[in-house]
């Protein structure tokens, strides 16, 4: 009992010096859970079970639905089986003309052709190099003598390269970072703290669009890891909102390069840019060195426009019916690639799977004369795995609007253990909980000791997370938006993104605890006398 107190003061002693908590929170095992039947929280709770979770996700993750890729038949079909059960459910048709769906219009683009010969030397693209076909215009055929290398692509009051220089129509060449003096001090910040240029390479292709600049060759040392890291992105054609004839007037076009094409380009000044780079440490000297290698660029793409939806079951709620709590997942996955099914078990149909019970659960309550006082608005949204599509435009479309939009309760990925859980199964990761209302966190925390006492492990919701998964699932569409936001996870295992994320494997007893859990969450948001209270700030 000592090593347990003592674990617990260790847990809270971090978080009081986390800005964001990241510690494990472990439920109070001596407190006896509430679960008398007469709790209405409890009673309809309990409505959700492994049974039910098994049989909608043995549907959703079946062969027959090929994956549920965005603008396929597959996602179609998942689509039409959850309005199905929302239809089953008696739940009103909220998606205008659409019954219970929310149009949305993608456009599917990929390359056609993508080649770079730099001086007779040909690179492959995704091995030496990578580009995003949405975030570049097409350069057919497009022959270059001069490439200006750019240094680290920076225009600040502190430090330019682009100070005096005229580069409307130029391709320039920029390394990441920012520049460091001897003992690793910023000359940005003065301090051994970087600047938001160091990391923030969408803002140097702002600059550089603002700029007039033609195309960005972003030089990107540890290509292969940059390759693995955006792979969900690579896998097919990625998917943008809207019907691609309007480009994105934000950022310059832009190609990441190995090392190795850096100095294909660079050739007879190689001595130029090593002395510019000691004096960059020394002094701080901006750089603008002009390149002649022979470039020849033929970038065109295919682009089609694909029609996709959001799913909506909504509950009503009663004195409080304007508030709205939305429970969120994305149904969408990876597709099939030629036989190979990715079924996306828990990836995230068993997200979906969840939140279909717990509409199953609030219409239920509602039907027997004890619904929610808010409203609850169960958002199942596709285009996920393309970039958190489908979210993004219910945010920027809400079709309840958004100033009466309570809070987001994200579901993404709960039917599986990684590698630090392997041998429990009580336990989910809690993200974004305390970031913007420190009322949602003590609200969790509260519900768990009272029904779920189940492990809840804040570890990805530092915000230093390498992993950055607060800015990975859907909830974070909502939250920068300012609306409080939590998101459960279980981790990430080694059927992630694989053929083998399949039903055989997910723990049933596991997501029935889970979704019980959210549900009294959710209860409790819409039951409330006031709404939680936003003191956090938007990052």
């Known amino acids: 009992m000592k090593s347990y107190l003592l674990l617990l003061f260790l847990s809270f002693s971090i978080v009081a010096n986390a800005q964001y908590i990241s510690s494990v929170s472990y439920p109070d095992t001596l407190r006896k859970s509430n679960l008398e039947k007469d709790n209405l929280s409890v009673k309809w709770a309990n409505t959700v079970t ?25 996602n179609e079909m998942a689509a039409n089986y959850i309005a199905e059960q929302f239809k089953n459910l ?19 683009t990929g390359w056609k052709q993508n080649e770079i010969v730099i001086n007779g030397n040909k690179y492959k693209h ?53 520049p460091l003096d001897q003992d690793s001090i910023s000359y940005l910040t003065g301090t051994k703290e970087k600047s938001d240029w160091a990391d923030n390479i969408w803002r140097k292709l702002e600059v550089a669009q603002n700029h007039g600049v ?19 992105f ?20 832009h190609i990441y390069i190995s090392s190795t094409m ?95 019970e717990l509409a199953e659960a609030f219409a239920e309550a509602k039907a027997n004369g004890n619904g929610p006082r808010r409203s609850v608005l169960c958002l199942l949204v596709t285009g996920e795995e393309k970039g958190l599509l489908g979210s993004e435009f219910y945010a920027e479309n809400p079709v309840y609007p958004l100033e009466n939009t309570v809070a987001n309760v994200n579901i993404d990925m709960v039917g599986r253990a990684d590698e630090k859980y392997k041998d429990v199964e009580n336990y989910i990761y809690v993200i974004g909980s305390d970031r913007l209302s420190t009322d949602l966190h003590k609200i969790n925390e509260n519900i768990n000791n009272k029904y779920s006492q189940i492990i809840m492990d804040y570890k990805y919701n530092d915000e230093n997370d390498p992993n950055r998964y607060y800015f990975r699932s859907d909830h974070y569409n909502f939250a920068k938006k300012g609306i409080p936001a939590i998101f459960f996870f279980s981790g990430v295992h080694k059927d992630y993104h694989r053929t083998t994320d399949t039903v055989d494997k997910i723990m049933f007893p596991k997501m029935e605890k889970i979704g019980r859990h959210v549900f009294h969450l959710i209860w409790d948001l819409a039951n409330r006398d006031k709404r939680i209270v936003v003191d956090g700030e938007v990052k």
């Open 50 to 74: 492994a049974e039910e979770l098994s049989e909608h996700l043995h549907v959703l993750a079946s062969d027959a639905f090929e994956g549920r890729e965005t603008g396929e038949p597959g």
């Open 90 to 108: 008696g739940l009103p048709a909220v998606g205008l003309e659409n019954g219970y769906f929310q149009s949305v219009s993608f456009n599917k």
């Open 126 to 178: 995704l091995w030496d190099y990578m580009g995003f076909a949405t975030m570049n215009d097409e350069m057919v055929s497009v022959d270059l003598d001069e490439v200006v290398f750019l240094g680290f692509g920076i225009d600040d009051p502190k430090y330019s390269d682009y100070k005096g220089n005229k580069l409307k129509g130029k391709v320039i060449m920029i390394n990441k970072g920012e």
């Open 214 to 232: 033609k195309m960005v060759l972003v030089i990107e040392n540890e290509l292969k890891q940059f390759l693995n890291q955006n792979r969900r």
């Open 234 to 253: 690579l896998v097919s054609p990625s998917l943008r909102l809207g019907d691609g004839l309007t480009a994105d007037k934000k950022h310059a076009n």
């Open 262 to 356: 850096a100095k294909d380009i660079i050739g007879k000044k190689a001595k130029r840019v090593k002395k510019w780079r000691k004096k960059n440490t020394k002094k701080g000297k901006a750089c603008d060195i002009k390149l002649k290698p022979e470039v020849k660029l033929n970038l065109t793409k295919n682009v089609d426009v694909i029609n996709g939806q959001n799913v909506m079951g909504f509950i009503e709620g009663t004195d409080l019916k304007d508030d709205i709590v939305v429970v969120s997942a994305h149904y969408d996955h990876l597709g099939k690639r030629g036989s190979d099914v990715y079924n996306g078990a828990d990836d995230n149909g068993s997200g979906t799977s969840t939140v279909l």
